[in-house]
């Protein structure tokens, strides 16, 4: 079960004036379960996207990067779950194409105005037909109160749906920001299978836009991982619909400040909310870096820990093995390391320094940090003052059981 | 169970002549089980290392590289199993000093002259006073034809003890290769917690035996990876015991290829069997990649394939998720990487390429070869001649169960 998570409370995801959302049971892959939305934008809305680095990057991925970069206004968001139209080749990017010419079609706009998202499994063709045949479905519903039935349609393997609201004042006016994000197996520091769709009703120009998108990203999405690996279709999508009567046009504007803080506090939650619902978490792990000579090596030595198996099974069995720990940050990659300069603390309990355990070093204490739910592993490398935190989950038998029976 | 491994048949394990090994139950960690074994070598021998690139190294692994820079000759090795005497700081070299000279007192020799290993959980002390105890039993019991025990005794959570013998003719004269090797979880190329040790009745000059224990370890221990993880202890020695009446000096040496071969056969038998026998492995795995620009791009995809959980759970499932291994693929980091160009086999069935399935994919084709208990993984890059070999295993649900229960 998510480790201290739970869908947002009924009424809490607020709705962003203008931004009106619907949604299907197309039955893409598995029938009986809502699997399609369609986000509608006002006119004036700006979209800013970053997307996934993997070089398979999946048919919708490749289509909303073409589009983003035309400049061309974006009208509506599509997204089906169920499969990611993903290792599809030629007939994958038409097919993408036909989804956004369906419901540029229904929407009467045209087919570049649409940005296509699919998410599941890999190397299936999509089913372009019931997704056509669903899209009306979609449009009928279409209201602005829908966010948190949204965040239900795009889980996969997500228990629960991931969404969460927060307003601020500027010049007088309320902005509210509404974000919503699915992630759960694949997830991992420049994303994984997540789709994160964050929206406000301040007015941003676009270039603004992506660049607070870019630093938002960093410090959010791009800093939690599951298992490593990094998906075909993750996207990171921030819109500015414009509708509140605020426009923040710079960072030197006197709402940017207040703007960017909502927005990057929904960015956390979400990326939070990834690992708390890792396939298979018992645990979230939030594991801090400091004392680098830069981020790149705090973020080495984060990963190493946030990665290695041995680490995670331990977590999952609450096993203080600080042995794992010492050896992943031994294993991490920086040739010149004191290893007698390292300190590490599980939760406040500094348990290793000088090369081996702290004199005062009591199993018991660590033993208690490790039966939490949430747990901080902390690292001082004694050679700097660069810092960076991940977010991790453990693995546990049911990673491996979500994992090997996917598909079938 | 290990994949098509099992313990070497009773006397398949060739003495070298003047070499004598002994064992002993000392109680280091668990009581009832041989853990201590003692490796004498006769007068003129050889001996050269590779230990592991990990910066927590343990202190036996310093004390091995300071005594063999020192350029001393070697007359015994002792292991002991239970407790790795890593992350102990000054004390667990003082420690691992203390076993030296307790052997060197037995043996009537300096303890510069010992080289220790030490296996088994980390940051804990080194119960030297038990070892100190049992080390006149591992002298009693010395004897040329105890391979196998100490192929036993040097086993943490193997499952197999793991060794092989060969000979070759040189000069008209049989040269006898033994090999041992102990490993299972922590298993990584650049090695981990794997203590490997080949012996040869030949003489080779030590400088010529580094070179060729370099070259060796590079195309066998440093190919095989169980879970991503580089350990604090791994050592891995050849030692040329001179008794054959057979020298080999130079790489032009008429014998040298015949020795290089059968030292090579050895150890990648070896490696193989870490993989074999990797913790909870249900598939021994072969991935190869060819095609790429150079040696070092190949080695990334290939890690980035052998390190995926997702691809390692849905190995344990027998399914063919072409997806991961193509995200996988997409993954390593190759930045210029034209995935239309690649191609992917699943055992001898071409799967995937421009970009997608091959048009004659059958699913059932590829769950055939997924079922087997071994698979090879095959990707071709398409843009040069490089090709490198990895071996792996899959991950089940006992990797989880074993590395979260190792420590109760």
Known sequence: MPVNLSAPASGSLLPIRGIQLGVAEAHVRKANRKDLMVMVLPEGATVAGVFTQNRFCAAPVTLCREFLAAGTPIRALVVNTGNANAGTGEDGLMRARRVCEALAFELQCEPEEILPFSTGVIMEALPVDRIFLNLPTCIETLAEDAWALAAETIMTTD?????????????????????????????????????????????????LLQRMLGEIANVSFNRVTVDGDTSTNDSFILIA?????????????????????????????????????????TKFVTIEVEGGRDAAECLKVGKAIAHSPLIKTALFASDPNLGRLLAAIGNAGIADLDVNGVRLWLGPVLVAENGGRHPDYAEADAAAVMKKAEITIRVDLGRGSAHETLWTCDFSYDYVKINAEYRS
């Open 241 to 281: 619909a414009g509708t509140a009567g605020v426009t923040v046009d710079s960072e030197t504007a006197p709402g940017y400040a207040a703007l960017y803080g909502a927005l990057r506090e929904v960015a956390v939650f979400l990326a939070q909310a990834l690992a708390r619902d890792g396939e298979g978490a």
């Open 159 to 207: 228990i629960v749906p991931k969404g969460l609201s927060r307003q601020v004042t500027i010049d007088g006016k309320t902005v509210t920001v509404t974000g919503i994000a699915k992630g759960s197996g694949m997830i991992h520091p420049n994303m994984a299978t997540m789709l994160g769709y964050i929206a406000t009703d301040a007015a941003v120009p676009q270039p």
